[in-house]
């Protein structure tokens, strides 16, 4: 069974660097054709796609973010990382990492997610 | 970036009752489509994969059909705890996209 676990600050101050580390159990974050993804959801409001990285370390960002987003492996420790640069209060959302798999080179959604984890963004 | 618009905007429904969910893209996805559930508090949980696919534990109530630009999610016969917003999602093309989700509440 593979689960995911968000971590990280609940509150960062405006012009500051968002960084939140997804912590895997049962999988490995370099391995099985997986696409590591963070997805956010600002209070009361639908999903938005951030970006993955794949077992091999490649990385695709939402253009919308991609200038203030970097998403990397930590390998030794399993996990996966999300910072966003230069925060404003926009960017307060619960913060999801999800695993985005392809068996047998068959997309399977998004699954599992994470409990999901709220950053405010507040001076 | 495709567009994915989901009506109605809110469904109001009894237990017992058949509830079908539209997702409309603007331009073709292929099958590249998802479903999810989200119930107040907590995450997500994937419900229909590749349009019409379902997701390890979900119940057979749970059906998707669709393909290119037009999907439909049904609940066959809707129980207490189907009541709950859901969003699809495609992957045809970056960046993926969610629909801004429909409310299935009780009438």
């Known amino acids: 069974q593979v689960v995911l676990q968000e971590s990280g600050p609940g509150l960062v101050k405006p012009s500051e660097t968002l960084s939140l580390t997804c912590t895997v159990s049962?999988?490995?974050?370099?391995?099985?054709?997986?696409?590591w993804t963070w997805i956010r959801q600002p209070p009361g409001k639908g999903l938005e796609w951030i970006g993955y990285?794949?077992?091999?370390?490649?990385?695709k960002y939402n253009p919308s973010l991609e200038s203030r987003v970097t998403i990397s492996h930590d390998t030794p420790n399993n996990r996966f990382s999300l910072n966003l640069r230069s925060v404003t209060p926009a960017d307060t959302a619960v913060y999801y990492c999800?695993?985005?798999?392809?068996?047998?080179?068959?997309?399977?959604?998004?699954?599992?997610w994470g409990q999901g984890t709220l950053v405010t963004v507040s001076s | 970036e495709i567009v994915l618009t989901q009506s109605p905007v809110t469904l109001s429904l009894s237990p017992g009752e058949r509830a079908t969910l539209s997702c409309r893209a603007s331009?073709?996805?292929?099958?590249?489509l998802a479903w999810y559930q989200q119930k107040p508090g907590q995450a997500p949980r994937l419900l229909i994969y590749?349009?019409?696919n379902r997701a390890p534990g979900i119940p057979a109530r749970f059906s998707g059909s669709g393909s290119e630009t037009d999907f439909s999610l049904t609940i066959s016969s809707l129980e207490p705890e189907d009541f709950a917003v859901y969003y699809c999602?495609?992957?045809?093309?970056?960046?993926?996209?969610f629909g801004p989700g429909t409310k299935v509440d009780i009438k």
């Open positions: 990285i794949f077992d091999s370390g490649s990385t």
């Open positions: 331009q073709s996805v292929s099958t590249f």
């Open positions: 049962g999988a490995s974050v370099t391995s099985g054709y997986n696409y």
């Open positions: 999602q495609q992957r045809s093309n970056w960046p993926f996209t």
């Open positions: 590749h349009a019409s």
């Open positions: 999800a695993r985005e798999a392809w068996y047998s080179s068959t997309w399977r959604g998004f699954d599992p």
